[in-house]
């Protein structure tokens, strides 16, 4: 079977580590024999490209935030010249290397005609939803939706009144299709968490019902595992510096425990921009806690190796998180967790069987839970053994490769 990818991001140029379980599943599949090309964007391509690089085209453009503002009553040329040259990019592949199917992963920034085209030429669809792109207020931020469907201005209403009337409105509109994201056939995709597929129902996509679950899985042989255990002291966080996966709560957390007498240390590995950066060294610096706490830059692909070094992994998401993969990945490797209750997460999660919870947002809970864990004499090994003897039997790629690839074979049935 021939698969193509249609992703917003690819690895090593990826933002996420779902971005990288992409990846690993075009891998598991490539193993299986089938034939797979992936269809990403230009993101932050160098000059040279991605050395050593095959199947892979990064030649599709992300919209970025500035297209996104006032996008509706901006100038249709160029709307319309840049809708043209991602759908040139696509039938081009899709041309030359004629696949069975599509297989959708992140399409943030990505022009969304590009699925209404694939759609109504027939094309097999499967789509893995593990992000907010299918909510509504998301899909109908981009830029050709907004101007022909958002648009409230005397201007722009003018102009595709006359377009109209002299036929090129629907010419455009067939070579370039648009639509609401509930027109999309999602029946060949499925869900990362039961938190996404309630998230995408209340958000109104009627199709997010019937769509099955299957939970982010993961290659064990990218992972380091670990093996010695002792009373949690050595606590490490990863993730964005931002508002939403909460780095700050892990901060005072440790302020509250010195504040108890009890002193632990606390390694942040924060993607970011530069400001975010700066911020939290600040925050680190003002709380008083610089002796304990540090930011260790680190690059894409480093973290995995890096848990077995540490005794516990903090987790601090507030956003309602379809599904990280970074507890997964530490998880996973054995390294013990402290979870926020927090979207997906919390699904595969017991707490005090296979990890320990706390109410997100709340330092106080969260240095409680720390407590909690410092007083495991194991050091929290049968807990983590459990959760990694349990996540391996159900999230690894082996497992669910073949649940992948029996949906890409259906879609092609249908």
């Given at each position: 079977?021939?698969?193509?990818?249609?992703?917003?991001?690819?690895?090593?140029?990826?933002?996420?580590?779902?971005?990288?379980?992409?990846?690993?599943?075009?891998?598991?599949?490539?193993?299986?024999?089938?034939?797979?090309?992936?269809?990403?964007?230009?993101?932050?391509?160098?000059?040279?490209?991605?050395?050593?690089?095959?199947?892979?085209?990064?030649?599709?453009?992300?919209?970025?935030?500035?297209?996104?503002?006032?996008?509706?009553?901006?100038?249709?040329?160029?709307?319309?010249?840049?809708?043209?040259?991602?759908?040139?990019?696509?039938?081009?592949?899709?041309?030359?290397?004629?696949?069975?199917?599509?297989?959708?992963?992140?399409?943030?920034?990505?022009?969304?005609?590009?699925?209404?085209?694939?759609?109504?030429?027939?094309?097999?669809?499967?789509?893995?939803?593990?992000?907010?792109?299918?909510?509504?207020?998301?899909?109908?931020?981009?830029?050709?939706?907004?101007?022909?469907?958002?648009?409230?201005?005397?201007?722009?209403?003018?102009?595709?009144?006359?377009?109209?009337?002299?036929?090129?409105?629907?010419?455009?509109?067939?070579?370039?299709?648009?639509?609401?994201?509930?027109?999309?056939?999602?029946?060949?995709?499925?869900?990362?968490?039961?938190?996404?597929?309630?998230?995408?129902?209340?958000?109104?996509?009627?199709?997010?019902?019937?769509?099955?679950?299957?939970?982010?899985a993961l290659d064990t042989n990218h992972l380091t595992f670990k093996f010695s255990y002792e009373p949690a002291r050595k606590f490490v966080w990863a993730g964005r510096l931002n508002a939403e996966k909460a780095p700050a709560?892990?901060?005072?957390?440790?302020?509250?425990?010195?504040?108890?007498?009890?002193?632990?240390s606390l390694d942040f590995y924060g993607k970011g921009e530069p400001s975010d950066r700066k911020a939290m060294r600040s925050l680190i610096n003002s709380s008083g806690l610089s002796a304990s706490v540090r930011m260790i830059g680190i690059r894409p692909g480093e973290l995995v190796a890096k848990y077995a070094a540490y005794d516990a992994l903090l987790f601090t998401s507030q956003c309602n998180d379809p599904f990280p993969i970074?507890?997964?990945?530490?998880?996973?490797?054995?390294?013990?967790?402290?979870?926020?209750?927090?979207?997906?997460?919390?699904?595969?999660?017991?707490?005090?069987?296979?990890?320990?919870?706390?109410?997100?947002?709340?330092?106080?809970?969260?240095?409680?839970?720390?407590?909690?864990?410092?007083?495991?004499?194991?050091?929290?090994?049968?807990?983590?053994?459990?959760?990694?003897?349990?996540?391996?039997?159900?999230?690894?790629?082996?497992?669910?490769?073949?649940?992948?690839?029996?949906?890409?074979?259906?879609?092609?049935?249908?």
């Open positions: 079977m021939k698969v193509l990818i249609l992703t917003a991001l690819y690895p090593p140029l990826g933002a996420s580590g779902h971005d990288d379980r992409c990846r690993q599943v075009v891998e598991a599949l490539s193993k299986s024999g089938h034939k797979l090309q992936v269809l990403t964007s230009d993101y932050r391509l160098p000059p040279m490209g991605v050395l050593g690089e095959k199947g892979v085209y990064r030649q599709l453009q992300l919209h970025d935030a500035k297209d996104l503002e006032n996008a509706a009553d901006e100038p249709f040329r160029e709307k319309y010249e840049y809708e043209l040259a991602q759908a040139r990019v696509l039938y081009k592949r899709i041309e030359r290397f004629q696949p069975d199917v599509v297989y959708v992963w992140n399409v943030s920034g990505v022009s969304k005609s590009l699925l209404f085209t694939l759609q109504e030429q027939g094309t097999p669809l499967v789509y893995d939803l593990h992000n907010d792109w299918c909510k509504a207020e998301v899909f109908d931020r981009d830029p050709w939706i907004q101007w022909w469907q958002g648009s409230r201005a005397l201007g722009t209403k003018c102009y595709q009144f006359y377009l109209k009337m002299i036929g090129a409105a629907r010419r455009h509109l067939r070579n370039l299709p648009v639509g609401q994201v509930n027109e999309l056939d999602l029946s060949n995709g499925y869900v990362a968490s039961e938190s996404l597929r309630e998230q995408l129902k209340a958000a109104g996509l009627e199709q997010a019902a019937a769509l099955p679950v299957l939970y982010p709560v892990a901060l005072r957390a440790v302020g509250v425990l010195k504040d108890r007498g009890v002193n632990v970074t507890p997964l990945e530490a998880m996973m490797s054995g390294l013990p967790t402290i979870l926020s209750r927090d979207g997906g997460i919390k699904e595969i999660a017991e707490d005090g069987e296979t990890a320990l919870l706390y109410e997100a947002g709340d330092a106080e809970a969260l240095a409680d839970a720390m407590q909690r864990m410092m007083a495991l004499q194991d050091g929290g090994a049968a807990m983590a053994k459990k959760c990694m003897e349990r996540l391996q039997a159900q999230h690894s790629l082996d497992t669910v490769a073949s649940r992948i690839e029996a949906l890409l074979f259906a879609s092609v049935k249908s």
